[in-house]
């Protein structure tokens, strides 16, 4: 029998040193391990239905262990709109490693540093109408709760180094989920076809959906989130207000009844704390909760709690289908992949999904950034802005990049002076 798993390789960096931006690759790192993907050897097509990707996998899975895979792994990204199509892949071939440090420039230097157009979509007003609309919506409607999204679109002067980012976010993330996908322009292949890609998915996400291992399950959801400040006292104080805030309470409350409401059905026991912590990033605090089950039915994979899960309010918002409906009338662009799910699943069942946020799409030189923030009664349309404005930080800081007021001043300059 064979496997499409490697022995485990000496560390997270090495990993990173073989992606490949040109082939099929898939990079996912956790604080605990990480491992790295290549080559498509089935690739889930555009034919199966959203409510069937759990058994699509399994069929996939069953042909590649009829070719002599024993324990066959499935990895990719499915789009925050399931209706969509997934990028899920069982690969070729498998690294690991349980040594997850990795080397980190001294000053990142990659070319869209030196950006020569940036475009915010939305603006500023039209962002901040769009969280007054969903305020009134609250007011006149059964909607609690919205998360509105923005994009900032970079031009670099060359090709962006792909590896070199993911470098740098796995380097300035460690206790994240740091991950890169390549995206196939084709999504329909037989096997042994060449795949076509032009798009790369990378990011540094803070937000477990569920892991599996074993009858064992777990979730971490976010919602409720603050920019944190470079004085350590003001930043504690941040922190402390987060946990009495009423309205970042609420959101996170909303978010994880949610998650225990989709894994009750799985789980003949779940333990959900009744209240939250806080846990940081290097550019935001959140509030946190995390939650432990034990399955009921052994066989459920992790691909089909992820499931059940996705979207969670913390990515959509309550109820979903009124707030998917918000959002696709509020927001001026299609969110692919942000805000969607991406991780792994073996054959066992075992596997990690994480929610794709502290995300962007690279293609050759232009490189576009997506940053969220859940709107609640109570919400204010310019701290919603400025949210989303800290969490693009996890990208820009990655890239070299000032804070976004800085980077937009200097561009302005730049253009007015070209």
């Avoid at 496997?3 to 956790?30: K, Q, R, V």
């Avoid at 380097?171 to 196939?184: C, E, I, Q, R, S």
Wanted: net charge negative.
């Amino acid at each position: 029998m064979k496997s499409n798993c490697s022995e485990l390789i000496p560390t997270g960096s090495e990993l990173i040193s073989h992606y490949d931006a040109n082939d099929f690759s898939f990079f996912f790192g956790t604080p605990k391990h990480a491992l790295l993907a290549r080559g498509v050897q089935q690739m889930l097509t555009t034919t199966e239905a959203a409510d069937g990707l759990p058994d699509a996998i399994k069929t996939m899975q069953a042909k590649a262990r009829a070719k002599g895979y024993f324990n066959p792994i499935v990895v990719g990204a499915v789009p925050f709109d399931t209706n969509k199509s997934a990028q899920l892949v069982i690969p070729d071939y498998v690294e690991r490693t349980r040594q997850v440090k990795y080397g980190s420039m001294s000053k990142p230097n990659n070319s869209v540093t030196q950006a020569t157009k940036i475009t915010e979509i939305p603006a500023a007003e039209a962002y901040k109408a769009g969280v007054n609309n969903a305020l009134h919506q609250f007011r006149t409607t059964e909607l609690n709760k919205v998360v509105l999204s923005r994009s900032l679109q970079v031009m670099a002067p060359s090709p962006i180094d792909v590896q070199q980012l993911l470098t740098q976010l796995a380097a300035d993330n460690a206790a994240g989920y740091t991950f890169a996908v390549n995206l196939a322009e084709a999504q329909a292949i037989t096997n042994n076809a060449s795949v076509s890609h032009g798009r790369t998915l990378l990011g540094a996400s803070p937000e477990l959906l569920v892991s599996r291992s074993g009858s064992m399950v777990q979730s971490n959801p976010l919602a409720g989130s603050i920019p944190r400040s470079s004085n350590p006292k003001e930043d504690q104080q941040r922190a402390a207000a987060l946990l009495e805030s009423a309205k970042d309470l609420h959101e996170h409350a909303v978010v994880v009844d949610a998650v225990a409401e989709a894994l009750r059905p799985y789980c003949k026991i779940l333990d959900v704390p009744a209240k939250p912590s806080v846990i940081s990033t290097a550019t935001m605090w959140h509030l946190s909760t995390f939650i432990q089950g034990e399955l009921l039915d052994p066989t459920t994979s992790s691909l089909t709690l992820a499931h059940a899960l996705h979207p969670t309010p913390a990515v959509c918002g309550y109820p979903p289908a009124m707030a998917k409906e918000a959002i696709k009338t509020i927001e001026p662009f299609d969110r692919g992949f942000f805000t969607g799910m991406l991780g792994w699943c073996d054959s066992h069942g075992d596997g990690e999904w994480i929610v794709t946020i502290r995300c962007a799409e690279v293609a050759g030189s232009e490189m576009t950034l997506f940053a969220g923030a859940g709107v609640v009664e109570g919400s204010c349309p310019e701290s919603e802005w400025n949210e989303t404005g800290a969490k693009f930080r996890t990208m820009l800081n990655a890239i070299g990049m000032a804070p976004l007021s800085e980077v937009n001043k200097s561009a302005t300059n730049q253009l007015e002076a070209s």
